[in-house]
């Protein structure tokens, strides 16, 4: 009996270092040619606030703009070193698949078609959201079933065209779709008054109203919401090690909001903080950028660069922000939200 116990504390021991000498992970193609070229090529939105706008200057901000700076942080060093790559529907996943672009960021919804059939990954979401309706004020509209026989704009080749037809044949309101191929055509014509009313995610509607002077007493956003839409970033098939690092720095984001490191306190917690999970997330403790092919800081700048997933939020779409979003679902997990972050262990 001795000699079997001895047996098994032996192969316990040996399991134990086998997992301490799990190699560093190997970079993968797409991030040697990041690291090669000392750049994160990133397709965003054309145009979109609170996600992805570029000013007179050219400066991009925006909660996708904000993960691509992350990233670039986390891999690079510098959350500057980023190559903005506007991209609308009918080519956003062309320039991903054909390698114009190393991730997409670009309020994209997750659906099981685009994760099966188009060749791409898609990673975590970072803003849950869902289907809604504008109207101008003035028509004093007031719910989705007055919409009955009205004409929508909508932009083709889109979940949303698809989740229009859908809800209306279910629910006999027959509108009347308005197609437009781009979302500025589609947008300017509900402005110019050739729809009734203007369908897309409720934060893009959000976001149109934020840009139209008096927009909040002059357009009105519909309560009901007649779909799921998870948004985040897609990545190509095929390259696991990347895939993996888009991952984790979202899930680091996440987690550091839990566990209150902040853009501000990030670099003294790192050498004060005796709590082992945020020792672990600022490599004082453990080394788990080796698993990803980074080095230890990997997370720490990633949050020194864009703050924690609540303060990106908060800044870029929140209700202090332009557009006057609350948190609602992309809260925390233990803040009633469906934020939930695998743990970094």
Not at 16 to 45: E, F, M, S, W, Y
Not at 227 to 243: A, I, M, T, Y
Not at 247 to 269: D, F, H, M, R, S
Request: aromatic content about 6%; charged content about 20%.
């Amino acid at each position: 009996m001795k000699t079997s116990w001895h047996r098994i504390a032996v192969m316990g021991w040996a399991a134990l270092a086998a997992v301490a000498a799990v190699p560093a992970a190997h970079a993968g193609k797409t991030l040697d040619g990041i690291k090669a070229r000392g750049q994160v090529v990133c397709g965003v939105n054309t145009g979109l606030a609170g996600f992805a706008m570029a000013d007179a200057s050219g400066k991009w901000s925006g909660l996708d703009v904000d993960v691509c700076r992350a990233l670039a942080a986390a891999v690079l060093g510098d959350g500057h070193n980023v190559k903005y790559v506007p991209v609308d529907v009918p080519q956003r996943f062309t320039a991903l698949q054909s390698g114009e672009v190393d991730v997409l960021s670009r309020n994209t919804t997750f659906s099981l078609t685009r994760d099966a059939s188009l060749g791409l990954h898609q990673t975590v979401v970072t803003y849950y959201d869902g289907q809604g309706f504008i109207v101008p004020a003035k028509s004093k509209i007031k719910s989705t079933r007055q919409l009955k026989g009205q004409t929508v704009c909508v932009q083709s080749g889109t979940t949303t065209e698809k989740n229009l037809l859908d809800y209306s044949r279910t629910n006999g309101l027959d509108v009347k779709p308005v197609m437009f191929e781009k979302i500025d055509a589609a947008t300017s014509a509900y402005l110019a008054g050739r729809c009734t009313a203007y369908t897309t995610d409720a934060s893009g509607l959000a976001s149109l109203r934020s840009t139209i002077r008096d927009g909040a007493a002059t357009h009105a956003i519909l309560p009901e919401l007649i779909s799921k839409e998870p948004l985040g970033p897609l990545v190509r098939r095929g390259d696991d090690e990347w895939f993996a690092v888009v991952k984790w720095v979202i899930y680091g984001l996440i987690e550091a909001e839990e566990y209150g490191v902040t853009q501000a306190n990030a670099e003294q917690l790192k050498t004060s903080s005796t709590h082992p999970v945020v020792q672990r997330m600022l490599g004082t403790s453990e080394d788990t950028g080796k698993l990803l092919g980074l080095d230890r800081d990997w997370l720490l700048r990633a949050v020194k660069t864009t703050g924690n997933y609540g303060e990106i939020f908060e800044r870029n779409v929140g209700p202090k922000s332009a557009l006057g979003l609350p948190r609602g679902l992309n809260n925390q997990w233990n803040k009633q939200g469906l934020m939930y972050a695998v743990p970094i262990r």
